[in-house]
């Protein structure tokens, strides 16, 4: 009985008192929170850009035109790109995050330094507010709860993809977004002054425009106030309905002008997109959430990206799924054991539900199956969880202002036998963050079930191979790295042999890096196997069979690309040359029309029309297009000597020095 008696003093108060210090009291706490945050987060300051920066900074078009383009960026989509093989992409309206860094480059430019710098900045600020907040929340609480839960949560490993990726500074923002909205509805609960929901809500929207997983707050915020304070229900719903009103604003505006979304569903990224069983679903969904448990206690390995197949589809016939569900209802059900008794594990056990819901492929299937940073928030309510942890184990309620000595030092020191190792780690991962290739390259060892991550590895190592050979790297150097792009397509195929993007890739490797064409077109025709609609794959077996002088095979499958594709001009112009080198020349003058219609500003069409006419004994209509092809590109060498050669037959010697001019102004291509 004595023990249940203890238990009952846990439950917080029903209204505790704000805290009323001297700011002076709360300055060292500050400071040792800014100083962590740079302790765990200090060598991101030399990184560069890396995985998916390209969308928010480095080499955007919209952030590089400063601020500028912030009423471009309020009023397109967040990620607008033309992917390879569908045409255009957008999707996601995210405007808060470009703007923070079109700022940055009006004054610093490209400086991925000081983009860093800043997400550390914002994650210091994230744990000072995070503090105060959870001073006032725990009133009665001694200090070392809330500063030791905020230490935990800033060294929580998990966090490196959040603070080391400038691409996820949405994350920091939206947390922040959610953090000031409730500190704006606790000081209306506190003083009464209404502005406060407005700036509340404000708050709220500006999370929300940063990232949309702000929604979680829509019922973390009421169940803050339910727990921490006595509001009554109809000022709770009040605060609720703010919430509401305003987030209906941020979906419903932006879809008068950004026009329809397009986004590619991917197997790949997510197996539970493409209609699972009911089942299924169920059975995967648990074990996605059995793996964020395990990722919040033991953090190892990190990885930039999972997808298929790291964590298989699976049924209820797997004993880790029960295992997750047996965890996961236990948890629910203290939870609400708890609640009425305001119990400090039940709010922190139903904060975590909350915030990672919308990622446990339950309620809603999210792009990808499982991330990291899908705990940012989510973690908070672990770390709390712990701390409470921490107090009970050395003999003492956390809720008590005269805690032993003894007990303190205690708490102290497991807190920092916990920290240690998370600090390492932490700093540890940071490295693997340099730059794209060196974070891939640190993962693959760990990623062989992931299909898209090794597909990712191995394309932008073989972009990075490419621009080597075409800066002059002798082919022999590259062939290494070459070999490293082979067997992580290969190993992408492996785990999901209908993945044709591989099969594509797999041949471009063979074809443009090992100059293999034999090989490369086996890995095409897989391609077009695994997706009839494939323009690229189609597209590079024309190439393939051209280059290697077998026309009538090209042919068929140029034509298919444009079948596909009507307008790819590459397939066209390539054909093109084809028809006129097979005696089709009608078809070749009027694709190469076709495409002057289409590119205008495209000097190859003119090109291959003055050819035409010159082997047709033309040499008026040849002359014609070729001048038209130097007035749209005056820099080419070798079609600007051609030109003076001619001028200097017809004894035009004007004509033929202005070409020479343009052609020395060029310079000669290198070789």
Avoid at 293 to 316: A, C, E, Q, R, W
Avoid at 334 to 346: C, D, T
Avoid at 354 to 370: E, H, K, W
Avoid at 605 to 617: D, E, F, K, S, V
Wanted: glycine fraction near 4%.
């Amino acid at each position: 009985m004595s023990i249940r008696k203890k238990e009952t003093a846990t439950p917080l108060p029903k209204a505790p008192k704000p805290v009323i210090e001297k700011k002076k009291g709360n300055t060292l706490y500050y400071l040792l929170i800014v100083a962590f945050s740079f302790v765990l987060y200090g060598n991101t300051i030399n990184n560069e850009y890396s995985l998916d920066d390209i969308y928010v900074t480095g080499k955007n078009v919209l952030t590089q035109q400063g601020i500028r383009a912030i009423p471009a960026i309020f009023s397109s989509y967040y990620i607008s790109l033309n992917a390879e093989e569908g045409g255009q992409h957008n999707f996601g309206y995210r405007p808060i995050t470009k703007v923070t860094y079109a700022i940055e480059w009006q004054f610093f430019g490209e400086n991925p330094h000081v983009s860093h710098f800043i997400n550390i900045l914002l994650y210091a600020l994230t744990g000072i507010v995070l503090f105060l907040l959870l001073r006032r929340l725990l009133s009665n609480y001694h200090i070392f709860f809330p500063f030791l839960t905020v230490m935990l949560f800033l060294a929580h490993p998990l966090h490196t993809e959040v603070v080391a990726s400038l691409k996820n500074r949405e994350e920091l923002l939206s947390f922040l977004g959610a953090l000031f909205a409730l500190k704006y509805f606790l000081k209306y609960h506190d003083t009464g002054k209404k502005l406060n929901i407005l700036w509340g809500t404000i708050a709220f929207g500006l999370g929300f425009l940063s990232k949309a997983n702000i929604m979680t707050f829509l019922v973390a915020i009421p169940l803050v106030m339910y727990f921490f304070t006595d509001i009554k229900p109809t000022k709770n719903l009040i605060l609720t309905g703010s919430m509401i009103l305003i987030l209906l604003f941020a979906l419903i505006v932006p879809r008068l002008f950004l026009g329809e979304a397009s986004r590619p569903i991917q197997f790949i990224e997510n197996p539970l997109l493409i209609d699972p069983s009911f089942i299924d679903r169920i059975g995967t969904s648990m074990m996605v959430l059995l793996f964020y448990l395990k990722m919040l206690v033991f953090p190892h390995p990190l990885s930039f990206y999972y997808g298929f197949n790291m964590i298989p589809v699976t049924g209820l016939s797997n004993p880790l799924v029960w295992v997750s569900i047996i965890l996961h209802t236990g948890m629910l059900a203290f939870a609400i054991w708890k609640i009425r008794q305001k119990h400090i594990l039940s709010f922190a056990i139903l904060f975590y539900l909350v915030n990672i819901s919308m990622y446990s492929n339950l309620l809603a299937t999210p792009t990808g199956l499982v991330a990291e940073r899908s705990l940012y928030i989510a973690s908070l309510g672990f770390c709390i969880a712990l701390m409470y942890g921490l107090f009970r184990l050395f003999g003492s309620l956390p809720d008590n202002q005269k805690i032993s000595k003894k007990t303190l030092n205690y708490v102290l020191l497991a807190s920092v036998i916990i920290a240690i190792p998370a600090t390492a780690k932490t700093i540890d991962r940071n490295r693997d963050w340099k730059d794209e290739l060196t974070l891939y390259a640190a993962d693959a060892p760990h990623l062989q079930n992931s299909a898209k991550a090794n597909f990712i590895y191995a394309t932008n190592l073989r972009t990075s191979v490419v621009d080597r050979l075409k800066s002059g790297v002798p082919r022999k150097q590259i062939i290494p790295d070459a070999q490293i792009c082979i067997k992580h397509f290969k190993q992408a195929t492996k785990v999901y042999p209908q993945y044709a993007d591989a099969w594509n890739n797999l041949g471009e490797v063979f074809l443009l890096l090992l100059n293999e064409p034999d090989s490369a077109i086996q890995y095409f025709e897989k391609a077009v196997e695994h997706n009839p609609n494939f323009t690229a794959a189609f597209y590079n077996l024309g190439y393939t069979y051209q280059v290697t002088d077998q026309a009538e095979k090209a042919i068929p499958h140029y034509e298919k690309a444009l079948e596909l594709e009507p307008y790819e001009v590459r397939a066209m112009s390539n054909l093109a040359q084809l028809y006129q080198k097979t005696g089709q020349t009608e078809k070749a003058v009027s694709l190469n029309e076709d495409i002057i219609m289409i590119e205008p500003n495209l000097d190859l069409p003119y090109i291959n029309l003055g050819t035409y006419a010159m082997r047709n004994g033309e040499p008026e209509k040849a002359l014609d297009y070729f001048e038209r092809a130097i007035q749209i590109n005056p820099n080419n060498f070798e079609l600007n000597m051609r030109l003076r050669s001619y001028f200097l037959k017809v004894g035009d010697s004007t004509k033929a020095d202005y070409y020479f001019e343009l052609g020395r102004r060029s310079g000669r291509p290198k070789q």
